[in-house]
């Protein structure tokens, strides 16, 4: 694709959205479902086939020098694939919201009042790595009503046009406008650029991928940006606490993937516990290979451990998101530091509490202040599809539009509906 043709190129995807976005704010439910039952299907029939398209790009990225767990990000197995497909028949039985009127109220006019739940319009989703999110985006902007512009990253271009004409597709089948999810077709940066620059076409940027993407896109978009900058959570022990459950809770939220941003980042100790927990959350950790970097008090509770890898932690370390076998490790005075701690170095994307205080867990749930606050659960809950959204197109730590995972409800708009018989205004 010659670079000059890059604004054409887009303009065409921008006319193209908005008029499918016309047809899919008005499509009826059943279609909508339909198309999402039938990508489903299309995904369980095209498992070996799109596992041929996306080993094109693992054989690219390892021969490109990237890590493993970078590469991980990209695999399409057909686990990853089935779940794709469960999102897709999870979104389908829900009910359809667009059109739904909230709080309709007579006011001392005569008229009635409400708020009608209506499409954003066309969004423009930037994202790097995973493919599958290609999937979640696509069937996310069905179920709302919308038409999106989807921009993968060039590391696993083959997997996404492949999903992508599935996509299509199913679109197809279902008889709504096939342009209601386009690809962008070139690997070209300066797709990018002009994406998040067409307010004419493009009613909101999401991002999803590294820092260093979203900061760039946050600062040169011209449309409103949805966004999340990193994932630096945290799983704090409290005193009192069920250790058994938080030593299991602790493993889960750190080792069972370290690649997603809702992997735990940094472990918060309150010091009650600290003789108990630590030893036995570390032993599990040396085992793992997971390298600890701690305050002094932590150091000395885990520098025993055999196998244990264990570093002092520099104030950058309360601040990192690993995406490794990496951690930070600190013991606390109890809930007040532990929640001060979170408030300065989090990210504000997913924060956990293990404890048998009531008092503690409503407090945390107060006052920390992430976009999802968990108490005794692992922070790997943290994704649209745990939360029965069916799918997520991406987790936001902003305050507005949309906080957290951001399913349907934030994908849409609401709009004042006024309902009259014939008032007129004194």
Same mark, same amino acid.
């Given at each position: 694709?010659?670079?000059?043709?890059?604004?054409?190129?887009?303009?065409?995807?921008?006319?193209?959205?908005?008029?499918?976005?016309?047809?899919?704010?008005?499509?009826?439910?059943?279609?909508?479902?339909?198309?999402?039952?039938?990508?489903?299907?299309?995904?369980?029939?095209?498992?070996?086939?799109?596992?041929?398209?996306?080993?094109?790009?693992?054989?690219?990225?390892?021969?490109?020098?990237?890590?493993?767990?970078?590469?991980?990000?990209?695999?399409?197995?057909?686990?990853?694939?089935?779940?794709?497909?469960?999102?897709?028949?999870?979104?389908?039985?829900?009910?359809?919201?667009?059109?739904?009127?909230?709080?309709?109220?007579?006011?001392?006019?005569?008229?009635?009042?409400?708020?009608?739940?209506?499409?954003?319009?066309?969004?423009?989703?930037?994202?790097?790595?995973?493919?599958?999110?290609?999937?979640?985006?696509?069937?996310?902007?069905?179920?709302?009503?919308?038409?999106?512009?989807?921009?993968?990253?060039?590391?696993?271009?083959?997997?996404?046009?492949?999903?992508?004409?599935?996509?299509?597709?199913?679109?197809?089948?279902?008889?709504?406008?096939?342009?209601?999810?386009?690809?962008?077709?070139?690997?070209?940066?300066?797709?990018?650029?002009?994406?998040?620059?067409?307010?004419?076409?493009?009613?909101?940027?999401?991002?999803?991928?590294?820092?260093?993407?979203?900061?760039?896109?946050?600062?040169?978009?011209?449309?409103?940006?949805?966004?999340?900058?990193?994932?630096?959570?945290?799983?704090?022990?409290?005193?009192?606490?069920?250790?058994?459950?938080?030593?299991?809770?602790?493993?889960?939220?750190?080792?069972?993937?370290?690649?997603?941003?809702?992997?735990?980042?940094?472990?918060?100790?309150?010091?009650?516990?600290?003789?108990?927990?630590?030893?036995?959350?570390?032993?599990?950790?040396?085992?793992?290979?997971?390298?600890?970097?701690?305050?002094?008090?932590?150091?000395?509770?885990?520098?025993?451990?055999?196998?244990?890898?264990?570093?002092?932690?520099?104030?950058?370390?309360?601040?990192?998101?690993?995406?490794?076998?990496?951690?930070?490790?600190?013991?606390? $005075?109890?809930?007040?530091?532990?929640?001060?701690?979170?408030?300065?170095?989090? $990210?504000?994307?997913?924060?956990?509490?293990?404890?048998?205080?009531?008092?503690?867990?409503?407090?945390?749930?107060?006052?920390?202040?992430?976009?999802?606050?968990?108490?005794?659960?692992?922070?790997?809950?943290?994704?649209?599809?745990?939360?029965?959204?069916?799918?997520?197109?991406?987790?936001?730590?902003?305050?507005?539009?949309?906080?957290?995972?951001?399913?349907?409800?934030?994908?849409?708009?609401?709009?004042?509906?006024?309902?009259?018989?014939?008032?007129?205004?004194?």
């Amino acid at each position: 694709m010659n670079a000059m043709n890059v604004p054409e190129l887009m303009q065409t995807l921008g006319v193209q959205a908005r008029r499918a976005a016309f047809e899919m704010a008005r499509a009826p439910a059943a279609r909508k479902r339909d198309a999402l039952l039938a990508l489903a299907r299309l995904l369980r029939a095209n498992v070996d086939a799109l596992q041929v398209d996306n080993a094109k790009d693992l054989e690219r990225a390892r021969a490109n020098g990237l890590s493993e767990p970078m590469v991980d990000r990209l695999k399409l197995t057909p686990k990853v694939l089935e779940t794709c497909a469960e999102g897709c028949e999870q979104l389908a039985a829900m009910a359809d919201i667009i059109g739904e009127i909230i709080g309709m109220k007579q006011q001392p006019s005569g008229i009635r009042v409400g708020q009608m739940r209506v499409p954003i319009g066309v969004f423009g989703m930037i994202y790097e790595s995973r493919p599958n999110v290609t999937i979640e985006a696509a069937s996310l902007s069905i179920k709302s009503g919308n038409a999106c512009i989807l921009r993968g990253g060039s590391e696993a271009i083959d997997s996404n046009r492949a999903l992508a004409k599935l996509v299509q597709q199913a679109l197809a089948e279902a008889g709504l406008p096939v342009d209601a999810v386009q690809l962008v077709p070139t690997t070209d940066r300066a797709a990018v650029g002009q994406l998040i620059t067409m307010p004419a076409y493009v009613d909101v940027i999401i991002p999803r991928g590294g820092k260093g993407l979203i900061e760039r896109i946050s600062a040169e978009a011209k449309v409103p940006v949805i966004k999340h900058l990193d994932g630096n959570c945290h799983t704090y022990v409290d005193d009192p606490c069920d250790i058994a459950m938080a030593v299991k809770v602790a493993d889960n939220a750190k080792t069972n993937k370290y690649s997603p941003c809702n992997a735990s980042e940094g472990l918060l100790v309150a010091r009650g516990v600290a003789a108990d927990f630590l030893p036995r959350i570390g032993a599990i950790y040396a085992q793992k290979g997971v390298e600890m970097r701690c305050c002094p008090e932590a150091k000395a509770l885990l520098v025993a451990v055999p196998g244990a890898q264990v570093k002092d932690a520099t104030e950058q370390d309360w601040f990192e998101e690993y995406l490794a076998p990496i951690i930070s490790i600190k013991v606390v $005075s109890g809930v007040d530091e532990a929640i001060a701690h979170i408030n300065r170095y989090s $990210s504000h994307h997913t924060d956990a509490i293990l404890t048998t205080d009531h008092v503690h867990a409503q407090r945390f749930l107060r006052e920390v202040d992430s976009a999802s606050v968990m108490v005794n659960a692992s922070t790997r809950f943290a994704d649209g599809f745990e939360y029965g959204l069916g799918a997520e197109i991406g987790i936001s730590t902003d305050k507005f539009h949309a906080r957290g995972p951001v399913g349907i409800e934030g994908l849409t708009s609401l709009k004042y509906v006024v309902l009259g018989e014939g008032e007129v205004r004194g």
